[in-house]
Each structure stands twice: as structure tokens, then as C-alpha cells.
């Protein structure tokens, strides 16, 4: 089935190249050209992906679209596209739950490489070896719906946070290198810098080390990786 991806751009040049390379490669592409009207159909229609400029006329910014969609439980993946001297503003957007992000100037590849890591883990399925549902301490992950629960409570994760996670419950107690991560997560023809990792740890620590279980952590493990420790009580 076509994928359907929202653009919301307001550089005319910038748009129609997105929409017609991307409507070559088979997707169905809908444009947006302010910050308003790209809330709108975010909100009001259901889209495989959103690429969302970060500068955005109209009084609202990608980063209020983001945020907004975040608020309303919507986990569509974002990419977000930024200048390079916006480097602030990217940590920010993937803190409010952006999933990549691609740095003006970028080249179309670059571009649909992103788009292609980021479908793949949306629409990822779990292998006949793995498990479909996965437990540790209060911690449940049903891959096949796409749901986190911790206890009865249901946690909201954007699907790269499920595919951290993932990773982290099929390797328990385990030390995960950042390039496994890259590797497994966003694939190894991808460019992505280390601190875009650690921000997506830091968001997934956020979602399932809290107050209520305090024995959960993800530990830094300095030069190595990461390692979940998971409340067993």
C-alpha cells in the first residue's frame, strides 16, 4: 500500500523537489506551507511519516507542531529539517519526541535514507526467532501491536523508542554499543551522530525510569554503551 507522508515546507524550491522526488520513488506526498496548516492536517489526517521544516512561517514553528502532536498521543514518525546553525533546536526537537532529523544542505539520498530507516522501524514486524512480547520486572513490550505498558499503565513510545527498547529486552543485562544501536536501529548506510543517540536514550530513560520504579535504569557504561537494569520486584 502507499505510503503517505506529510511535507510541511514553505520554501517553494525545497517543497516541489521533496514532492516530486518522493512522489517518484511511489509515495503519496501532502504539502503543507505554514505552521498552521501543517498542525491542522497533522492532527486531522493519518500519515505514515511527517517531515517537518523546523523554520516555519505563520506562528508556529516544527517544534510546536512536535509538541502538539506528542501532547495529543500521536506517534507518527518526524523527521526534521533544520539549518546547521540550529544545533540547540535539534536536541530540543528530538527531546519533544522528533524521531531523526536532516541538516540543510542535504542531498535527495541523504534525504530518502532517512525516510527509508525510519518507515522500516514503523513498520517492522517481529521475526519468527524473536518474541513477540517481551517481559522484564513491571515492563511489557507487545511489538506486534506496538505497546509499552509498565504495570496496567500504558506508555506512550514513538517507534524508535519501541525499537531501543526492543533491543535492550532481547539483550538483558547486557552492555549495547552505540554502533549496534546505529547499526540495528537506523541501519548502517545512515549517518548519525552520537549525541542524536544519547538524546534518544535520555527520552527512553524518561519513559520507563521513574519516581513509581525506581529501580529501572539505563546506565551509561563510559566507552562502551548502554545497559538496562530493569525493578525484577
Excluded at 497533522?42 to 514553528?61: F, H, N, Q, S
Excluded at 520486572?137 to 519501541?162: A, F, H, R, W
Amino acid at each position: 500500500m502507499m505510503k503517505r507522508i506529510l511535507l510541511v515546507e514553505d520554501d517553494l524550491a525545497i517543497r516541489m523537489a521533496i514532492v516530486d522526488d518522493f512522489s517518484f520513488e511511489g509515495y503519496h506526498v501532502d504539502a503543507a506551507i505554514s505552521g498552521p496548516e501543517g498542525m491542522s492536517m497533522g492532527l486531522a489526517k493519518k500519515y505514515d511519516l511527517i517531515i517537518l521544516d523546523l523554520m516555519l512561517p505563520g506562528g508556529t514553528d516544527g517544534l510546536d507542531i512536535c509538541k502538539e502532536l506528542r501532547r495529543k498521543d500521536i506517534t507518527t514518525p518526524i523527521i526534521m529539517l533544520t539549518a546547521k546553525s540550529q544545533d540547540y533546536d535539534k536536541v530540543i526537537g528530538l527531546e519533544l519526541g522528533a524521531d531523526d532529523y536532516v541538516t540543510k544542505p542535504y542531498s535527495p539520498h541523504e534525504l530518502r535514507a532517512r525516510v527509508k530507516a525510519v518507515l522500516r522501524r514503523s513498520n517492522s514486524k517481529p521475526s519468527i526467532e524473536s518474541k513477540p512480547i517481551i517481559s522484564a520486572g513491571p515492563l511489557v513490550l507487545d511489538i506486534g501491536k506496538q505497546e509499552c505498558k509498565m504495570g496496567n499503565q500504558v506508555i506512550i513510545l514513538s517507534t524508535l523508542q519501541i525499537s531501543l527498547l526492543q533491543i535492550f529486552l532481547e539483550n538483558p543485562g547486557q552492555v549495547i554499543s552505540r554502533q549496534d544501536i546505529l547499526d540495528i536501529v537506523w541501519g548502517p548506510d545512515v549517518l548519525v551522530t552520537p549525541r542524536t543517540i544519547d538524546t534518544h536514550i535520555g527520552n527512553l530513560r524518561k519513559k520507563i525510569c521513574t519516581p513509581d520504579y525506581p529501580g529501572n535504569a539505563i546506565l551509561t557504561v563510559r566507552g562502551l554503551g548502554y545497559k538496562l537494569v530493569l525493578d525484577e520486584t
